[in-house]
């Protein structure tokens, strides 16, 4: 037996995990949107570093973690072969004849994110749906005319073939790059309140003086965590609406949205700093 596509991973979910992880993820950005719009109205009084960090813990990292959890277990690998599938993972181990496979149905909606179910010869649905990052493996999985033009799977294509973030460009994108609005808010806290930029530090200490600096970092990254949310949350919209209205170009669209997004949220953060230092 050849096999024509080897160890692409893949989630394997039962109906209820997937809704779980749907519902995780969903809570994730509604979270990520509150403390937005509690940022703005909030201003008397004002949502202070101890309220925003327990905000955004509880409505931000904790439905994050526990779909990431899930998505973990759930995870597995699959091997397309000349006459079957094969699924073997944490929690399955299946094997299903190419045969057997009526139609590939994609996702309506990509939550928890792209994926599709399969509909088998017998009229009934394969047991567990599958979220891949990587939907091109179904061509081989259709070869025999079962996978149709889906707007979902345009989105998911187009997803795919953007270049995929690790941990680090995260930690870039975040962590690093906050310390260029919090050292200039730092240095502007430190002037009006101590009278130059190290008078905490000669007047509390060094203790004193990296605690608000480290309020000052931590508050900026999640400052801009929230940022980059709402200009994931446009793409995405914006990604999916072209996905079902201009299927064709899906991957143009993905392509200019992401651009724009990243020039919006890197050009974005020095000139909303900016603003704060206008005279109004």
């Known amino acids: 037996m050849t096999?024509?596509?080897?160890?692409s991973p893949v989630v394997v979910y039962t109906s209820l995990w997937?809704?779980?992880?749907?519902l995780l993820q969903i809570a994730t950005s509604a979270g990520l949107m509150f403390i937005v719009v509690a940022l703005i109205s909030f201003t008397d009084p004002p949502v202070t570093p101890p309220i925003l960090y327990r905000m955004?813990?509880?409505l931000v990292v904790l439905p994050f973690l526990g779909a990431s959890i899930v998505r973990r277990t759930c995870s597995a690998i699959v091997n397309v072969h000349d006459e079957d599938i094969v699924l073997r993972g944490k929690a399955v181990d299946i094997r299903i004849r190419l045969d057997a496979i009526e139609r590939v149905v994609a996702w309506t909606l990509p939550l928890p994110?792209?994926?599709f179910s399969l509909r088998l010869s017998s009229g009934k649905f394969f047991a567990y749906g599958l979220q891949l990052d990587e939907p091109r493996i179904l061509q081989r999985i259709g070869a025999r005319g079962a996978l149709p033009q889906q707007p979902a799977l345009a989105y998911a294509d187009a997803k795919a073939q953007r270049q995929r973030r690790r941990w680090y460009h995260h930690l870039g994108r975040y962590a690093a790059f906050a310390l260029l609005p919090a050292s200039v808010l730092?240095?502007?806290?430190?002037?009006?309140?101590y009278g130059g930029l190290f008078g905490e530090y000669y007047q509390l200490g060094l203790r004193a003086y990296l605690t608000t600096l480290a309020i000052y970092w931590s508050?900026?990254?999640?400052?801009?965590?929230?940022y980059g949310g709402v200009w994931r949350a446009a793409v995405e919209v914006a990604c999916l609406s072209a996905a079902w209205l201009a299927t064709s170009h899906s991957n143009d669209v993905r392509r200019i949205?992401?651009?724009?997004?990243q020039i919006g949220y890197y050009a974005g953060v020095p000139l909303?700093?900016?603003?704060?230092?206008?005279?109004w």
Do not use: D, K
């Open 272 to 279: 909303l700093l900016g603003l704060r230092y206008l005279p």
């Open 56 to 58: 955004f813990a509880i």
């Open 186 to 193: 730092f240095y502007t806290h430190q002037n009006i309140a």
């Open 113 to 115: 994110g792209p994926g």
């Open 257 to 261: 949205a992401e651009r724009l997004a």
């Open 3 to 7: 096999t024509t596509s080897n160890n």
């Open 18 to 22: 997937r809704v779980v992880v749907a």
């Open 219 to 226: 508050t900026l990254i999640i400052y801009l965590v929230l």
